[in-house]
């Protein structure tokens, strides 16, 4: 495990929304040598520190952030820090999710109902040149490896606005391509997810984790 003296001379970044979390976060840093930890209770607050110049060995976020999507934060840490680590816990089980995270690249994450302290075992991972993704993820994910061929972000956006009950024109103006375009990547959802229908679109598409429940995707 990270020894305190190296821990001591790291900056890292928290940023949750939750005072419990982010305060909770801290302690289990600190009690392990962490001194120098910045805490931000939205995603703005970290890009601005970031804009006047700070930069940050680990950057420990939550996705659900109030004022912005948590995976536009990581591209814009990406674009600021490159190559920084980004921790990402806790985080919801959905195989969205976690597929998302993995395209991006981040470098370690955890299930909210995984141990307080797991935040070190990601951080020892990632100072030893590995990622981190705690043994439930690792399940979740075999266990969606059906063998089938999954959609792409691009076609995932489309099927999220399916399910709100927008139409291809309606899809098409707020993505910005042509009404072909759109109704291109219906297709390939109707087949990848073997559907005869929108309804059994949308049915298929919460079994598999696309979806979450408020109609939008994870």
């Given at each position: 495990?990270?020894?305190?003296?190296?821990?001591?001379?790291?900056?890292?970044?928290?940023?949750?929304?939750?005072?419990?979390?982010?305060?909770?976060?801290?302690?289990?840093?600190?009690?392990?040598?962490?001194?120098?930890?910045?805490?931000f209770?939205?995603?703005?607050?970290?890009?601005?520190?970031?804009?006047?110049g700070?930069?940050?060995?680990?950057?420990?976020?939550?996705?659900?952030?109030?004022?912005?999507d948590?995976?536009?934060?990581?591209?814009m840490?990406?674009?600021?820090?490159?190559?920084?680590?980004?921790?990402?816990?806790?985080?919801?089980?959905?195989?969205?999710?976690?597929?998302?995270?993995?395209?991006?690249?981040?470098?370690?994450?955890?299930?909210?109902?995984?141990?307080?302290?797991?935040?070190?075992?990601?951080?020892?991972?990632?100072?030893?040149?590995?990622?981190?993704?705690?043994?439930?993820?690792?399940?979740?994910?075999?266990?969606?490896?059906?063998?089938?061929?999954?959609?792409?972000?691009?076609?995932?956006?489309?099927?999220?606005?399916?399910?709100?009950?927008?139409t291809?024109?309606?899809?098409?103006?707020?993505?910005?391509?042509?009404?072909?375009?759109?109704?291109?990547?219906?297709?390939?959802?109707?087949?990848?997810?073997?559907?005869?229908?929108?309804?059994d679109?949308?049915?298929?598409?919460?079994?598999?984790?696309?979806?979450?429940?408020?109609?939008?995707?994870?």
């Open positions: 495990m990270t020894d305190e003296k190296t821990l001591s001379k790291m900056k890292i970044a928290i940023v949750d929304d939750h005072d419990l979390v982010r305060e909770g976060l801290n302690v289990v840093l600190a009690n392990n040598g962490a001194v120098n930890v910045d805490k209770s939205n995603a703005m607050e970290l890009v601005s520190a970031l804009d006047a700070h930069r940050y060995d680990f950057y420990i976020i939550d996705l659900e952030l109030p004022d912005l948590g995976f536009v934060l990581i591209e840490i990406r674009a600021r820090n490159a190559g920084a680590p980004i921790i990402v816990g806790p985080v919801h089980d959905s195989i969205w999710t976690l597929r998302k995270l993995l395209q991006r690249d981040v470098n370690a994450f955890f299930y909210k109902s995984g141990d307080g302290n797991e935040i070190m075992t990601a951080i020892d991972e990632i100072i030893n040149g590995n990622n981190y993704y705690c043994e439930a993820v690792h399940k979740a994910l075999a266990a969606a490896s059906d063998g089938s061929i999954h959609p792409t972000l691009r076609e995932l956006e489309v099927l999220s606005q399916i399910a709100q009950g927008k291809s024109r309606e899809i098409a103006a707020s993505m910005f391509v042509t009404d072909n375009t759109v109704e291109a990547h219906r297709k390939s959802l109707f087949q990848k997810l073997g559907a005869v229908n929108v309804a679109l949308i049915v298929k598409a919460f079994e598999k984790g696309y979806l979450k429940r408020n109609g939008t995707k994870r």
